[in-house]
């Protein structure tokens, strides 16, 4: 089945710095990508959706000049987490739509950041 | 604007007894998608089922089983037998045609004792 490789599965950086994280459709075409937050014990929320191609599209109350999202091919989608604060630390995770998957979407395993 | 609730926060079960989950949700949408996810400690999601607004056949996977009652608007997923491997956390989720934002409700944690 379709396959979206996440890296890292975790990260730790000092306060200020900036964070990189990238998902990758192995075995198909993202059209779309999704990035989700997931803070502990609590639901993933949509941050994000990118288009190959076209900028991405914000949620409300998401910064996009902090989180940054580069869709610049049908196989990598990359979310930058710029001047990192210890309040960015969370469980991110990608999904990514497959023209072709019949169930829509596929997920990433997750990156956990912790910014210290 | 949709919604997706999951009223039980936490469950505990002893092994092989049966549980239900529930999710109850709400939108003006007449056709959309409804999905189960597990997310084991581990942390990655891992797709259960998907089921459309128009297919409302109960569906059984295994130990798996899912109800789907558009009149009451809910998809509860009932595990049987359980066992420890099935301790995670269970997200139901609603998503619009075209596969567009999926909104997630915020999960039950389920904790299956030996």
């Known amino acids: 089945g379709a396959v979206v490789s996440q890296h890292p599965s975790w990260v730790i950086c000092k306060s200020g710095t900036s964070v990189k994280i990238e998902c990758r459709s192995l075995?198909?075409?993202?059209?779309?990508m999704f990035w989700y937050r997931q803070f502990p014990k609590q639901s993933l929320m949509l941050m994000a959706t990118?288009?190959?191609?076209?900028?991405?599209?914000?949620e409300q109350g998401v910064e996009k000049d902090k989180f940054l999202i580069n869709h610049a091919s049908l196989t990598l989608s990359t979310l930058t987490v710029t001047s990192a604060h210890p309040e960015d630390s969370s469980f991110y995770i990608c999904?990514?739509?497959?023209?072709?998957?019949?169930?829509?979407?596929?997920f990433g395993s997750g990156t956990r950041l912790t910014v210290v | 604007a949709q919604k997706v609730t999951q009223a039980q926060t936490e469950i505990s079960v002893v092994e092989k007894e049966d549980v239900t989950l529930d999710c109850v949700y709400e939108?003006?949408?007449?056709?959309?998608?409804l999905f189960w996810y597990k997310q084991p400690p581990s942390g990655e999601l891992v797709f259960l089922i998907r089921?459309?607004?128009?297919?409302?056949q109960n569906e059984i996977s295994g130990r798996y089983s899912w109800n789907f009652q558009k009149s009451t608007s809910s998809f509860n997923f009932t595990i049987t037998a359980s066992q420890v491997v099935d301790s995670a956390v269970y997200f139901c989720?609603?998503?619009?045609?075209?596969?567009?934002?999926?909104?997630f409700g915020t999960g039950t944690k389920l904790q299956v004792i030996p």
């Open positions: 990118s288009n190959e191609g076209s900028k991405a599209t914000y």
């Open positions: 075995d198909f075409q993202a059209t779309t």
């Open positions: 939108t003006r949408d007449t056709t959309y998608y």
């Open positions: 089921r459309n607004s128009f297919d409302e």
């Open positions: 989720a609603l998503g619009p045609e075209g596969y567009q934002k999926v909104t």
């Open positions: 999904s990514a739509r497959d023209r072709g998957n019949n169930y829509g979407y596929t």
